[in-house]
Nanobody, 122 residues
Framework: QAHLVESGGGLVQAGGSLRLSCALS????????LGWFRQPPGKEREFVAA????????HYTDSVKGRFTISSDNGKKTVYLHMNSLKPEDTAVYYC???????????????WGQGTQVTVSS
């Protein structure tokens, strides 16, 4: 079992930065692979970034490469998404997800947070 709670969303101007956090409860962080997804207004949810069970391998969608960084803190059982050089098209509800399946990384997940809104103004 895993329970995920996101925080850190908000309103920011284009070019600004935000850091999203996802706090996990349940098993130890090393049991999970973790990911961030987002759902822009009127669109389907899309993959953003992922970090594997070791915490050493990451994967990003092309549109955020060089701007976003995913990281994890095993001691705090928290995964972060550091977002820099934000653009209006980054506006979305951002979701944290956990993969306890041991397969399907970086795109398959079985636990999801409730989401946090990120709005980037132009």
């Amino acid at each position: 079992q895993a329970h995920l709670v996101e925080s850190g969303g908000g309103l920011v101007q284009a070019g600004g930065s935000l850091r999203l956090s996802c706090a996990l409860s349940g098993r130890t962080l090393s049991s999970f692979a973790l990911g961030w997804f987002r759902q822009p207004p009127g669109k389907e949810r899309e993959f953003v970034a992922a970090i594997d069970w070791s915490g050493k391998t990451t994967h990003y969608t092309d549109s955020v490469k060089g701007r976003f960084t995913i990281s994890s803190d095993n001691g705090k059982k928290t995964v972060y998404l550091h977002m820099n050089s934000l653009k209006p098209e980054d506006t979305a509800v951002y979701y944290c997800a956990a993969n306890t399946l041991g397969r399907g990384w970086p795109y398959e997940y079985d636990y999801w947070g409730q989401g946090t809104q990120v709005t980037v103004s132009s």
